[in-house]
């Protein structure tokens, strides 16, 4: 029985493989008409393929999220960048501004540095030999 069993689904399998592999749809058209067979004896023309070239990423130019200067270049700049400009209060008569979290006027000193002019969207330091400006 058992036997059996197994001669059945070997049959059952070897009919569906047969039936898979077996053409489908139409037959091939006769080729022998002297028009066909004209057209399949013409040069077909090559067309060349440039390859491409395959490149290699080189990286970045710098890391988006490393600080933008060092420490060594601040000191080049006079130091300028450790100061941050957060907010400029406008007032014609007396404005101010708030760097590294004090509040400062015109005359005032804040890390050697002394405010000289304060304007609508920037701010004029000056260290006494050079001037310095921080933008918004």
Do not use: C, H
């Amino acid at each position: 029985m058992q036997r059996n069993k197994k001669i059945a689904i070997m049959i059952v399998l070897i009919a569906g493989a047969v039936f898979v592999w077996m053409p489908k749809g139409k037959k091939a058209k006769d080729v022998s008409s002297p028009a066909l067979s004209a057209s399949f004896n013409q040069a077909i023309p090559m067309i060349s393929v440039a390859t491409k070239k395959r490149t290699e990423f080189v990286g970045w130019p710098r890391d988006p999220f490393a600080k933008l200067q060092t420490e060594k270049e601040e000191k080049k700049v006079g130091g300028v960048s450790k100061l941050k400009l957060g907010a400029i209060m406008w007032d014609d008569k007396n404005p101010s501004v708030f760097i590294n979290g004090k509040i400062v006027g015109v005359g005032d000193k804040i890390d050697d540095k002394t405010v000289k002019q304060i304007e609508r969207d920037r701010v004029v330091l000056t260290d006494g030999i050079k001037d310095y400006v921080l933008k918004l």
